[in-house]
C-alpha cells in the first residue's frame, strides 16, 4: 500500500503564517526585542552622526555661561559674573554646567563634546516616552511614538544642536510622566520611587529654564481632578503631604543648576515675568511676512507646530481628537477614574497651546520655545494611529491592513525626508505647507545658521585645491565662533566686508543678496538653498580672473540669491 503526501493549499499556508503573524504579534517578549533593537540603533546612530553638526549661534555664549557658573562654585560664591552675564542668568545652567564640568576630561572638540551630550538628553526623553506611551497604551504603542518622534526634525535632528530645548523636552517629558504615574496609582499613592523621581525631573527641567513651571501646574491640576473624581477631599490632602519629599529635591536640584534664582527666591518670579515679556530688535517669518517678535498672533506657536510635526503625527493627531471625545462621551465613573492617567498627557499638549492664544508672548525660531510639546503631541498621534487601526480592523481585516500601508508610507516618507536632510532635519516641513521647498521663504529656515559649517568646509576644501600666495579673507553673516574651526591656515575672517575675498552666509539671516559677487558653492537640500558661499575676488582685482560657478551636486538647485545684486550678478573690473 502506498500513501500520496498532501500538499498544503495555498489557504492553508496562508493561514498558518496568519497563526504566525498573530503569536509574533502577541509576544510579550519579541515586543521587548524590537524595543530594545529600536534604542540600540538611534543609539548607534547618535554616535556615528553627532559630529556632522554646525555650531549654532548661542553656543559659544552658553558654554562661557557654564564656565562662569563653574567659577563662582570654584571661588567659593565669590565670583558672581554668571549672574551678570547677558541674560543667561534668566536660564538655568544645567546642560551648560555638564558640558564644561566635562570639557577639561573628554578628548572631543568642545562642541562635538556638548552635541553629543544634548543628543543624550534627546535620547533620555525617547525613553520617558517609550516609557510614558507604555503606561498608557501598551508597548506596541509606545515603539510606534518612539519610531515617530526619532524622525521628527524639531526633536530627532534637533537633539544635538538645540541645547537648550530638547534637554528642557527631555526632562519635561520625564516630569509628565512621572506626574502620570501618579495619577496611575490612584486612589492609593505614588511610590516613593515616583516621587524622588518627580522631584528630580521637574529640578532638572527648571534647572534649564523656568518654564519646567508647567509641570508643577499640570501636577497640581491632576491632584485636584483625583479629588473631584474620586469624591475624597483628604485623597488630595495624603497626595500633598506624600510629595512633599519631591518639592525639596526639585528646590535643591534647580538651585544647584541655577543659583541665581533662589539668591534671593524671588528671582524666580522676576524670570517668569521676563519671559512673558521680554522683547527686543527682532523679526521673525510667518506666511511670508517679517513681523517683529512683540507683535507675532496668538496662533503662531500652533501653527508653527501644525507645519514642523511629520505627516504620519499629523494623521494620528486628526484621529485621536474624535476617538478621544467618543470614548470620554461614552464612559461611565469607574471609566473616568481609569482615564484620569490621560489627564497629564492632554494638559502637556494643550496648556501651552491655550497660553500662546492666550498671553500672545514674544516668539520666534519657530516652535523652538515650545518644543517641548513635541513629545506630548507625538505620543497623542500614536495613540490616535493605534486606535485607528484597531476600528478599521473592526470592520474588516482589508481595511486594517489598509489602514496599517496608510501610516506605514507616511512614515517611510517622513524617514526619508528626515534623512535628505541631514545633517539640517529641523529645517524640515511638513505637506501642510508642501514640505520644505513650499515653506521656503514663508517660514523660518536654518535659523541657527547651521549651514555654515558645510559652507566654510566647502570653500576651505576648494581654496585647498589651489592654495593662493596669501590667505583670503572671509566674511561671514553670523558669528566668528560658528566658523574659525573649519576654516584652514589659507582662510582668516575679517570683520570688513569690503575687503573680504568670500562671504559666508545662511539664507535665513537675510545676507544672501546684500553683496554683488557669483555663487561659488551653494548648501541646498531637497532642492532648496539653504546657505552659499559668494566668491567677492572679481572686486579687488583689474584683472578678471576665471570663478567658479557654483558646483552644488544638486542640478535642480538654483542660485542662492534671487533678489538684488547678490548671486545674480558679477561684479567685473574693467582694465
Not at 515616583?194 to 491632576?222: K, S
Amino acid at each position: 500500500m502506498t500513501f500520496a503526501a498532501s500538499r498544503p493549499t495555498p489557504a492553508t499556508l496562508a493561514g498558518r503564517l496568519g497563526v504566525l503573524c498573530s503569536r509574533a504579534w502577541q509576544s510579550q517578549a519579541l515586543t521587548r526585542v524590537v524595543s530594545l533593537a529600536l534604542f540600540a540603533g538611534l543609539t548607534a546612530w547618535v554616535l556615528m552622526v553627532f559630529r556632522d553638526y554646525g555650531i549654532s549661534n548661542d553656543e559659544p555664549v552658553q558654554h562661557t555661561y557654564g564656565q562662569l557658573l563653574w567659577q563662582w562654585y570654584g571661588s567659593g560664591f565669590k565670583d558672581d559674573r554668571a549672574f551678570h552675564y547677558i541674560n543667561l542668568y534668566l536660564y538655568g545652567g544645567l546642560f551648560d554646567l555638564i558640558a564644561a564640568g566635562l570639557e577639561p576630561y573628554v578628548s572631543l572638540p568642545v562642541y562635538d563634546l556638548r552635541h553629543l551630550i544634548s543628543a543624550g538628553f534627546g535620547l533620555a526623553g525617547l525613553v520617558a516616552v517609550w516609557r510614558w506611551t507604555k503606561l498608557l497604551a501598551g508597548e506596541k504603542t509606545a515603539i510606534l511614538a518612539v519610531a515617530i518622534l526619532a524622525v521628527t526634525g524639531m526633536y530627532g535632528g534637533a537633539m544635538f544642536t538645540h541645547t537648550k530645548d530638547v534637554p528642557f523636552a527631555a526632562t519635561m517629558a520625564w516630569s509628565v510622566y512621572l506626574v502620570t504615574c501618579v495619577a496611575a496609582a490612584l486612589p492609593g499613592l505614588p511610590s516613593w520611587r515616583t516621587v524622588a523621581g518627580l522631584g528630580f525631573a521637574v529640578g532638572c527641567a527648571l534647572g534649564l529654564r523656568v518654564g519646567g513651571v508647567f509641570a508643577i501646574f499640570y501636577l497640581g491640576l491632576t491632584i485636584v481632578a483625583a479629588g473631584v473624581i474620586h469624591r475624597d477631599v483628604r485623597l488630595v490632602a495624603r497626595l500633598v503631604l506624600r510629595l512633599v519629599p519631591a518639592g525639596l529635591i526639585t528646590l535643591t536640584v534647580m538651585a544647584l543648576a541655577w543659583p541665581w534664582s533662589v539668591l534671593p527666591p524671588t528671582n524666580l518670579f522676576e524670570a517668569m515675568g521676563a519671559f512673558s515679556h521680554f522683547s527686543f530688535d527682532l523679526s521673525t517669518l510667518i506666511n511670508g511676512k517679517d513681523v517683529p517678535i512683540g507683535e507675532v498672533p496668538g496662533f503662531y506657536m500652533s501653527e508653527y507646530l501644525l507645519i514642523k510635526l511629520p505627516d504620519v503625527a499629523l494623521l494620528g493627531l486628526i484621529a485621536a481628537i474624535p476617538f478621544g471625545v467618543l470614548a470620554l462621551l461614552r464612559a461611565n465613573a469607574e471609566d473616568r477614574r481609569r482615564a484620569l492617567v490621560f489627564l497629564p498627557l492632554v494638559l502637556a499638549l494643550a496648556v501651552p497651546v491655550v497660553f500662546t492664544l492666550a498671553e500672545h508672548p514674544p516668539l520666534y525660531n519657530g516652535i523652538r520655545h515650545f518644543l517641548f510639546v513635541i513629545p506630548p503631541a507625538t505620543i497623542a498621534a500614536a495613540l490616535g494611529i493605534a486606535a485607528l487601526w484597531r476600528a478599521a480592523l473592526r470592520v474588516s481585516p482589508g481595511l486594517g491592513f489598509a489602514t496599517a500601508a496608510v501610516a506605514g508610507s507616511l512614515f517611510a516618507f517622513n524617514a526619508a525626508s528626515f534623512v535628505a536632510l541631514h545633517p539640517y532635519e529641523y529645517v524640515g516641513y511638513n505637506q501642510l505647507v508642501g514640505g520644505l521647498a513650499g515653506a521656503d521663504g514663508r517660514f523660518e529656515g536654518d535659523y541657527w545658521s547651521a549651514t555654515i559649517r558645510e559652507a566654510a568646509t566647502e570653500l576651505r576644501e576648494g581654496v585647498e585645491a589651489h592654495p593662493p600666495a596669501k590667505p583670503y579673507k572671509v566674511a561671514i553673516c553670523a558669528e566668528d565662533g560658528q566658523v574659525q574651526p573649519f576654516l584652514g591656515p589659507d582662510l582668516e575672517l575679517t570683520e570688513s566686508w569690503d575687503d573680504a575675498d568670500f562671504l559666508l552666509t545662511a539664507r535665513n539671516v537675510g545676507c544672501d543678496n546684500l553683496v554683488p559677487g557669483l555663487t561659488y558653492r551653494t548648501i541646498s537640500r531637497l532642492g532648496v538653498p539653504l546657505a552659499m558661499v559668494v566668491d567677492l575676488r572679481a572686486r579687488h582685482s583689474p584683472i578678471v580672473e576665471p570663478l567658479p560657478w557654483d558646483d552644488d551636486a544638486d542640478p535642480d538647485t538654483p542660485a542662492v540669491s534671487f533678489h538684488g545684486p547678490g548671486s545674480a550678478t558679477v561684479a567685473r573690473k574693467v582694465p
